[in-house]
């Protein structure tokens, strides 16, 4: 099983950056996925997620309106469009599987989103 995030990078504020997600070694199609961020010092914290029909849950607050979740089934990715970004989104995002029927969870490893001027 593995989760792979790519995307990120240094970008100033105002850009936007697209992270993914690629999955492989299970049923994509049957997870739901999340994304996560954790700043320096901070404790990991929910973005966002998408349901394995296709239906978007809440976004932090902080997030709304700047943020969009999307997944290819065809391709096993999620990917986290990311506009207008701010200093307080400077981060390690971090892709999450979850298959609620049968608890099982999958981690990737992180892709580093810094947000300065």
């Known amino acids: 099983v593995q989760l792979v995030e790519s995307g990120g990078g240094l970008v100033q504020p105002g850009g936007s950056l697209r992270l993914s997600c690629a999955a492989s070694g299970f049923t994509f199609s049957r997870y739901d996925m999340r994304w996560y961020r954790q700043a320096p010092g901070k404790e990991r914290e929910l973005v966002t997620g998408i349901t394995s029909t296709n239906v978007r849950s809440n976004y932090l607050d902080s997030v709304k309106g700047r943020f969009t979740i999307s997944r290819d089934n065809s391709k096993n990715t999620v990917y986290l469009q990311m506009n207008s970004l701010k200093f307080d989104d400077t981060a390690v995002y971090y892709c999450?599987?979850?298959?609620?029927?049968?608890?099982?969870?999958?981690w990737g490893q992180g892709t580093q989103v810094t947000v300065s001027s």
């Open positions: 999450n599987a979850l298959d609620r029927r049968y608890g099982n969870t999958y």
